[in-house]
């Protein structure tokens, strides 16, 4: 693609490689899958494969083609109703739970569909672009790589209902990140923060994000503390002995009432009861590492979990103020393991596994930060009309691309769902 | 029930009359229904009248009576499993959706139980009481007020459904209180409000409050306002005329869903059209007042009506702080109306129908309050379990007795429910 | 009533008389039940007391009083919306799942409307009445004698629901008919009809029958033989103790699946176990009777059992033909049992039990006779459009009021329900 | 395969060509198809293509290899599990809504399973094979014919419900056989049979036949007729335009609710309305054919239909042995049409495409026939357990390998189900 790229301006031609890079990174998640992975929907939260290669499309074709070529005529008509996902604005659409019925068009059609738009973008691009077009061109690739996640939790979520139990890492790959390090000793458990007031949040001139982490304000806060790692699956082990999952007294209600009709009695993916405890991920099956976090539990049951411990769950500001003194760095998309591993052992950072590994829930319903202004134009759907019933997470896990996330960056889902990659980290008054 | 009463300390005997008065008021309510009216459950979400009649009987047995007195006798030991609600601490208990299968106790059999119950409390409580005791009763009595009000909307809601349309209220006093005024005009239609660092809750010495509204605590607000009424039923049919609930993008993405799913084109009770609308209400089936505020809406509904007014609905902490400067007064159970008002001519409060008429639908996601510790006890249940997809309502409503609210009070329901006296307030920032 | 009644021809006076004592039978039913008791709908399939009350005598005023009557003033036009079933000819009606929210009318005001209606029918057929209003007054006396046994059917659904277990019937009675019997010698188990070209069904000029028992029709039965009694509990236990309930080869592919949701262990109302059988009963909660016919089973648990005993379930013809030769006698209503019970000493029938007692599930879905013709008028809805996925059941129960039953009478129920009082005799081929 | 096929006896030789023949057929069906399009599962009544694929060779495997083979390897243990459909007595089985899930294994996998057990069975039966091995055989033979069937109707109702609409058939093949007919002239519309006493079914000597269909048996039949042509889209439009869809009073009643509510306004897969009506089939989208037999229409239609035209479906046992007097030839899968067309001109028999083009609903409720006796072992499942609430069709598809069906051949279905390709033929007394 880069030979048809013209030298445009600084910003447009920076935006291009990281478009080329972000669209690349994409397809090298597909490799070893068959046309089948792709278009199997696991359940009605989860979309095909091939859905997401589509709709990330679809998104630049919508969002930046059809409005800044003179002229744009559409891949294929029929796509827009395919692969809008829920953009009122953006016309009617081929409900969630049917995406898995698409057959076709195949996995070629849609990757000559990339390449058309991939094409056709550059085209547009190359010569003196819209800085309003190159503003939605950036906001799709923060967009794409939010799908190259889900791409990872879907289709663990498909290979895990199959009683084959398919394995997506190539084994040589597994087997290499299956070398267990000690959990490192640590000189203090609990990392205090002072509180008063302080400022999250993020505004436009601090560099890309999204609508809802905007604006930046102030907010008070008490003294805490934040446990220096997030609880893992030795500790959880110990919360299921003690009865965990039985007692409601540990529970919200509906978090209770949820666990009981769907017989919860560990997280998702854990099978092989206590004496052979097994764990569904993306390298196969595998024995549990007791060292790892926690991944791939509800709301509910990090919630269950704190009360548990006499802890609490920490808030996004709270989170958000510990975090600011941190760098990104962490297990990502990239270090190609692809599920929560140990902490190293020379862990410099006063909070470990901060980023990357897993998701961690916070006590914050998701809600618009004071001064919430949605995005102008169809991209006003991005994140405002989700502001409930959801909950806060932060920090990113092993599927989330390096560079994606940030220290004001809010992930956000339903309290009962679990096929993220999510666990939590504790908090407590001081 | 006073004859038998010693004159034991003064709180006890102060509290031993709010009793009796309390529970008094509670039969008030039930005058001219039959058993039938009050056994059958109008929907999961509502019990039975007869349920309530009981349930708030045994809270008083189980948590008073049962722990207090030398030798407790249960009065029928069924009982607890019948009228237990959530208690998961109290044991097994009868599923709510099926309470309203319950034809047996009877109704004289649960005036018996009330009539028991009530006669060993006051014996218990004659002589020297033990302080965990009173405290206990103390709770049971807003406990019971909360139950009242419910009595009522599950009524509604029962009647509602009645093709027959049967009229709870006498039609004399449904006569009386349809007597229409105007509504006043006024010299302001928004009050400002600074913000900046202001206290909300309420602490353990400031009076009887439920957990949920400790500790007081300090909160960052910037510079806000709030309507100085409600919206009324004629503001609301605006929004109706302009494709309210219409338009996807007015709405929360959950609220589209449900709004389309139930086929919501009104409030709950609104029926007759744009040409002669009329609401079912405790008085029957009466034309609609364009003056009085809306009310039956789900907090999908606010929040469209909100964005389609350009404003936004208050935080939980904007109404506080603004209602902390007025005096508790309003349209409550006790004026005998039973429905939303207009508001009067002589209103000398800057907000209007702050208290009484319609619950106000908040912002805020219903959490506990930093430092937040649940009642101990089995009364640690109460409030704190349910703190997940919920909303705070602020303010009370017509079926509120009076004394039950303080502008610390926080009431929740879940956003999609509308059988509640539900309506809302305007805010914008400053 | 008998006052008013002017001695019309033989037909009309008799039919009268018969009207007036069924009519007198239904409230008899109803003595010591609460409003409350006859509101609430135990389930879908079930209906409230009050309704059928009402609906009864809606049939009386919809198809004959509104039209043989020169101007009929319907006694409250909204009940023709309220109690309507299911005649689709006779307009809209109240949807069935909710008859259980009609806390209004109440007891009263149904009472008040079956004798407006008694009175206007007296007044109408008392001088001269047309044949065809006399016609479906016959129809509707049949008609109530159904809906008499389904007031019990389904005060009994709603009493088991209620962990009170009420009792029905006066305990003297009860007791007296505690009084078990053994179960009587017998000089033959099974009773062996020869088949061939037989005669089933009933023509016009046979008296009173339903439309789906016409026309009377030949059929070719080979050699078959009875069981001479129907199966009791003592036998159904040994099927539980011998895994009946656990091996999907025993059941049809639909039973097994309804079996193991709905989580069957046991015939409906069976509870205690093994060890101290008990069953819930219109005489409460009584010790299970080893010698009484099994009760409360679906058609999927009687063809279970027939295939573990290695026989099957009669077609309705082979029941037919052999009940021709018996005499209409046994176990109903007016026994005031209320219950099936053990086979008298004396039984001097081949086929015991046979009529009364318990509902016997047959072989044969539920369908049209060669030749079948609905009624004509608005009762074509009465049985036709019935004929889907319903099995027929032959002979009566002790619900069921003497003389409403003959040998050519089907009554047809799905295959999953058990609400009613229905159980089976095996058959075999000879 | 035929290489390594010994001359075994004559019957051996001659099954194991048809084996050969019936396995290649199949995969002849799957030509054009991709992974992705036989591994989605359209609705839980349909399977995905792959599955179809496995299971037919599976059932080899498990009633044939297992059983007389001296050593059995499982190809792979697990495919036991994915692909039992039904037979509890062959163990536990993947759910059969979840069949769609399995992305693994792989179509090349699943065609590998084929060649795996087609060269196993070949071996076992090359050398004097077990008699009851090739009864066996036979069975599987007929088995996967059925199954070929289904490939068709469950791939027709994923491409239905996919936007893109999707053709399977070659668009050359679909040209040539969208050349339409004219519906020829005819001397009689009906054609009259005597009835009386008539022999159905088949005996064990009469060739091969399913349990169900056996054994045969007389059945008193009074004098009928039967249309002499299926009901023709057409005709069907006429009962659209007279309103059969808005007349409950056509309707069973369990007909009525669901079509009320499923929306019903015409037979599956027709849409575009009166003016320009169109039809998916395995020809894509096309212009409905006025002449052609209407199709995929639901039991409740045909029976709405029927009645609407003042006549009646015919029983099966009137269709049987109308049927008698016919050879078997119409419009099968190997005429490559694949869709039903207009009756041929130079139509001989008096019954025009009794076979092929339409399967044709019976008033018949799938039930045992005097005498019936499930298969031995495990095929006992086969038939027998679906005995209840199904009706039965007669005389084969468009979709239905020719040589599959007799007069005698009994399908069954649910009366909701309309994938089938499935009409109906009129009768009436006489």
């Known amino acids: 693609m880069s030979a048809v790229l013209a030298p445009a301006g600084g910003r447009a031609w920076n935006l291009l490689r990281r478009y080329e890079q972000c669209r690349r990174e994409t397809l090298e998640l597909i490799v070893g899958l068959s046309d089948a992975d ?70 070629n059609d849609v990757l000559a569909y990339r390449r058309a738009i991939d094409d056709a973008l550059f085209a547009l691009l190359a010569d003196d672009p819209d800085p309003a077009a190159l503003a939605l061109v950036e906001l799709g690739i923060h967009h794409e790589q939010q799908h190259q996640e889900l791409i990872l939790t879907d289709l663990l979520s498909l290979f895990a209902q199959n009683p084959l139990r398919p394995t997506y890492l190539p084994s040589a790959s597994a087997g290499a990140s299956l070398a267990l390090v000690a959990r490192p000793p640590r000189g203090a458990d609990w990392i205090a923060f002072r509180g008063g007031r302080c400022a999250i949040g993020r505004d436009d001139d601090d560099g890309f994000s999204f609508d809802c982490e905007q604006p930046r304000h102030e907010v008070l806060l008490r003294p805490y503390a934040l446990s220096a790692h997030p609880v893992t699956n030795r500790e959880w082990s110990e919360f299921i002995a003690d009865g965990g999952y039985e007692h409601p007294m540990l529970w919200l209600a509906e978090g209770w009432n949820q666990a009981r009709a769907q017989g919860w009695k560990a997280p998702l993916y854990w099978h092989g009861g206590a004496d052979e405890p097994m764990q569904m991920t993306l390298a196969g099956d595998v024995p549990l590492d007791p060292h790892a976090p926690v991944c791939h539990i509800s709301y509910y049951e990090a919630d269950a979990y704190a009360r548990w411990a006499g802890k609490r769950l920490p808030t996004e500001a709270e989170w958000e103020v510990a975090a600011a003194a941190q760098a990104v760095a962490g297990n990502f998309a990239q270090s190609g393991r692809l599920r929560p591993g140990a902490a190293a052992l020379d862990g410099q950072t006063p909070l470990s596994q901060l980023y990357g590994d897993v998701w961690e829930w916070t006590a914050s319903a998701y809600g618009p930060y004071p001064g919430f202004r949605p995005a102008s134009g169809a991209t006003a759907e991005y994140n405002g009309k989700f502001m409930c019933n959801q909950f806060v997470l932060r920090g990113g896990s092993c599927a989330t691309p390096f560079g994606h996330v940030r220290e004001s960056y809010r992930n956000f889902f339903q309290p009962h769902q679990r096929w993220q990659f999510s666990g939590l980290r504790l908090a407590e008054d001081r």
């Open 38 to 107: 792709l278009t199997v929907q696991a359940m009605d939260d989860a979309s095909p494969g091939k859905w997401h290669l589509a709709h990330t499309t679809w998104f630049f074709e919508a969002f930046v083609l059809a409005r800044f070529e003179p002229v744009h005529r559409a891949f294929d008509p029929r796509y827009a109703y395919l692969f809008n996902s829920y953009y009122e604005s953006a016309g009617a659409r081929h409900p969630r739970p049917r995406r898995g019925l698409l057959s076709r068009p195949s996995l």
